[in-house]
C-alpha cells in the first residue's frame, strides 16, 4: 500500500463549479497535512496546510481532514481555468516529523 | 537569496557519466531537501538535512546517489555512473525550522540520461 494514495485524474470540471480532491494516508500517526498545486513544467507551491480535524477555509479554497477515516481532501470553489493543474497531497511521515511524503498528483482540468 | 536556486537547470548526460546536481537554499534556511520526480509521478523524498544534523538518507535509491551539504548552506547532490532510469527533475526545497512545515521549492534540475 501507497503511504499516500491519489486519483491521478484527469478531473475535468466546468468553470465555476466546485472541484473536490481526495486523498488518503496510512500512516495513522501523521500529524500534518498538506496541499500543493504544480503547474506543468514548473515546481510545486504550497497552498494549504492543515493539523487539525475538520475543515480550514483561505479564499476559494477548502482542505478537509478526517484523522479518523485517514482522509485528506481539497475544495476548490468557483473553479477558474487557472487552476489547472496537479494537485499534490502530501502527509508527514510520523516516524521522521520533518520528512513529507506525496501522493503522485490529481490532474484537474477546468473546462470553460 | 529571495528563492531557492538549483543549477543546472538543464543537463543531458551520457549513460555512465558522473553528474553533479547544486541546489542554494534560501539564506536561514536550516532544513533542505532532495526529491525527484519521474515524468508524469509524484515526488520521491531522497535525502534531507537539518542544520549540523545527520542527514536522513533514507531515500537515495542506491549507493550510486549521494549528497552533502556543509552546515546551513549550499548542497550538492552527485549521482555516479548515470543510468537511463536516473532521468528526472531533481528538485530542492528548503524551510526555515523545525517548527515550520512549509517547503519552498526551486525550480528543479531536469536530467536526461541517453
Known amino acids: 500500500q501507497k503511504e499516500v494514495e491519489q486519483n491521478s485524474g484527469p478531473l475535468s470540471v466546468p468553470e465555476g463549479a466546485i472541484a473536490s480532491l481526495n486523498c488518503t494516508y496510512s500512516?495513522?500517526?501523521?500529524?500534518?497535512f498538506f496541499w500543493y498545486r504544480q503547474y506543468s513544467g514548473k515546481s510545486p507551491e504550497l497552498i494549504m496546510f492543515?493539523?487539525?480535524?475538520g475543515d480550514k477555509e483561505d479564499g476559494r479554497f477548502t482542505a478537509q481532514l478526517n484523522k479518523a477515516s485517514q482522509y485528506v481532501s481539497l475544495l476548490i470553489r468557483d473553479s477558474q481555468p487557472s487552476d489547472s493543474a496537479t494537485y499534490l497531497c502530501a502527509v508527514n511521515i510520523y516516524s521522521s516529523a520533518s520528512k513529507i511524503i506525496f501522493g503522485s498528483g490529481t490532474r484537474l482540468s477546468i473546462r470553460p | 537569496g529571495a528563492g531557492v536556486s538549483q543549477s543546472p537547470s538543464n543537463k543531458v548526460t551520457e549513460k555512465g557519466k558522473d553528474v553533479e546536481l547544486r541546489c542554494d537554499p534560501i539564506s536561514g534556511h536550516t532544513a533542505l531537501y532532495w526529491y525527484r520526480q519521474r515524468l508524469g509521478q509524484g515526488l520521491e523524498f531522497l535525502i534531507y538535512f537539518q542544520g549540523n544534523s545527520a542527514p536522513d538518507k533514507s531515500g537515495l535509491p542506491s549507493d550510486r546517489f549521494s549528497a552533502e551539504r556543509t552546515g546551513e548552506s549550499v548542497s550538492t547532490l552527485t549521482i555516479q555512473r548515470t543510468q537511463q532510469e536516473d532521468s528526472a527533475v531533481y528538485l530542492c526545497?528548503?524551510?526555515?525550522?523545525?517548527?515550520?512545515?512549509?517547503?519552498?521549492f526551486g525550480s528543479g534540475t531536469r536530467l536526461t540520461v541517453v
Open positions: 492543515i493539523y487539525s480535524n
Open positions: 500512516d495513522r500517526g501523521s500529524q500534518s
Open positions: 526545497a528548503s524551510r526555515p525550522d523545525r517548527g515550520s512545515f512549509g517547503y519552498t
